[in-house]
């Protein structure tokens, strides 16, 4: 199983950070160099990104 989470929401970083979530790191998509942000997953990101998706 996967211990990283991406995310490429400017919106959910901000509501993350917001609830005391950190990411561990910023990196640019090679791709089309969009910015993202990587989480180690846990039980309180898993919560957070549950009642994210429950209000979007």
């Not at 509501?15 to 309180?44: D, M, S």
């Amino acid at each position: 199983m996967n211990k990283l989470y991406c995310c490429y929401s400017l919106n959910l970083r901000n509501y993350l950070t917001k609830h005391g979530v950190r990411y561990e790191l910023c990196a640019n998509n090679p791709n089309n160099n969009n910015r993202f942000w990587v989480y180690i997953k846990n039980e309180e990101l898993s919560k957070l990104l549950n009642e994210w998706s429950a209000n979007q």
